[in-house]
């Protein structure tokens, strides 16, 4: 089973960054997609941002030109830079990663609040 460990959650005010990390216990070798999701209270869980093995990138409308998703094959790791943080952007953020064999992982969750 592969373990996804995700940090960098907490509480900041708005217009403050922060940044996500997702270290996995599987290597990069075989990964088709990486991404980061995120869920507030009371709504479904949505995609903020996709980085594919070609390095394509994809960003949810709300995000763009805020967050930017990367990679560093070396460390087993996925981040998610997430700058002019709004109250909108407050909840529960996962790491999920899907591989070339089809398997796919998800991390527990790490808070994001942005509040004043």
């Known amino acids: 089973q592969v373990q996804l460990v995700e940090s960098g959650g907490g509480l900041v005010q708005p217009g403050g960054s922060l940044r996500l990390s997702c270290v996995a216990s599987?290597?990069?070798?075989?990964?088709?997609?990486m991404g980061w999701y995120r869920q507030a209270p009371g709504k479904q869980r949505e995609l903020v941002a996709t980085l594919f093995s070609g390095s394509n990138t994809n960003y949810a409308n709300s995000v763009k030109g805020r967050f930017t998703i990367s990679r560093d094959n070396a460390k087993n790791t996925v981040y998610l830079q997430m700058n002019s943080l709004k109250p909108e952007d407050t909840a529960v953020y996962y790491c999920n990663l899907v591989y070339s064999d089809n398997k796919a992982y998800w991390g527990q969750g790490t808070q994001v609040t942005v509040s004043s």
């Open positions: 599987r290597s990069f070798f075989s990964i088709y997609s």
